[in-house]
């Protein structure tokens, strides 16, 4: 992983970050490994909405194993960014 991934106390101040202001919406820039999508999903209000952007085709992680495993497919949307 590259130095610019999450560490587990960065995702857990993510985590908390969000679940004390009560985040209902989030907006991801980068998704590498998927740790802190995981983080925040678990942190955001019931009907909120995690939407990741990512402008690399060949990420660390596939979006869909993510999408799975946290079962949050009815609340997350991954865009890949357009090339300017």
Not at 45 to 55: F, I, N, Y
Request: net charge positive; hydrophobic share 45%; proline share 5%.
């Amino acid at each position: 992983m590259p130095e610019i991934h999450v560490s587990p106390n960065e995702g857990k101040l993510l985590y908390l970050l969000a679940k004390l202001t009560g985040a209902k919406r989030v907006l991801e820039i980068g998704l590498l490994g998927g740790y802190s999508t995981i983080w925040l999903a678990r942190a955001i209000a019931p009907k909120g909405k995690l939407v990741t952007l990512e402008r690399m085709r060949n990420t660390s992680v596939s979006p869909v194993k993510i999408w799975n495993a946290q079962a949050c497919g009815h609340w997350w949307r991954f865009d890949r960014a357009m090339r300017g």
